[in-house]
């Protein structure tokens, strides 16, 4: 009955590799978000996608591209790592796109070697 | 721009004792203002928000338009409450800030037996 799911838990990569993080909600939201919390775990928004429209795409590099099959599903790719991407990655859904109440998945921990 | 500032990244209290974490904004609109917490080894989660004027778990927060600010505080503190708890705002002017939140750098609450 998890709300908000993300796959996988940890990431461990070297620099230079492509990756993926997947995250599925199964409460019916039309939004859904990424989110970068870094070493000092300052949370900053990334991507925000309703109804598989990008709606927010913070300052963020190309290399992270975000893909919305369905409303239900946000994935994170990233290309090309840098060490600098080592954080954890929290994704995230809200019902509407002006319902601020947002509900969060585990988180998923990047480490770039 | 919008952006939050929790001048402390860490507090500690002993239990029974007041707590009152910090907690600043700066939106040229109206905003809309949150505490999220997150609970050891669980997921991020909203605690209540400015427009309901709720008491959840005993905290309450009021914002202060005049100081810019949203702290949040509970008479007497527990030891569940230890805790990381972030500010959000929300900016609801539309354009790039809309369904946009804003977390503060969070602040790490130890509540002492």
């Known amino acids: 009955d998890t709300a908000v799911s993300q796959t996988p838990k940890y990431l461990v990569t070297q620099m230079g590799n492509d990756k993926s993080i997947k995250c599925e909600q199964n409460l019916g939201h039309d939004t859904m978000y990424w989110y970068k919390q870094d070493s000092k775990k300052f949370l900053k928004i990334m991507f925000s996608y309703n109804n598989k429209e990008l709606i927010i795409n913070e300052t963020v590099p190309n290399r992270f591209s975000p893909k919305s099959p369905d409303k239900a599903h946000l994935n994170l790719h990233i290309n090309s790592l840098e060490l600098g991407d080592s954080a954890v990655y929290f994704c995230?859904?809200?019902?509407?796109?002006?319902?601020?109440?947002?509900?969060f998945g585990p988180g998923t921990r990047l480490t770039v070697t | 721009a919008q952006r939050v500032t929790q001048p402390e990244k860490l507090l500690s209290v002993f239990k029974g004792a007041p707590v009152e974490l910090k907690c600043n904004y700066s939106y040229s609109g109206s905003p809309e203002l949150f505490w999220y917490v997150q609970y050891s080894r669980q997921r991020l989660q909203l605690l209540l928000r400015?427009?309901s004027r709720e008491s959840i778990k005993g905290f309450t927060a009021d914002l202060n338009k005049g100081e810019t600010s949203f702290h949040l505080k509970k008479p007497f503190a527990q030891e569940e409450d230890s805790a990381m708890y972030y500010c959000a705002l929300s900016g609801n002017a539309g354009g790039t800030s809309y369904g946009k939140l804003t977390f503060g750098q969070g602040t790490i609450l130890t509540v002492h037996p």
């Open positions: 995230a859904s809200s019902q509407f796109l002006s319902t601020y109440e947002q509900y």
């Open positions: 400015h427009i």
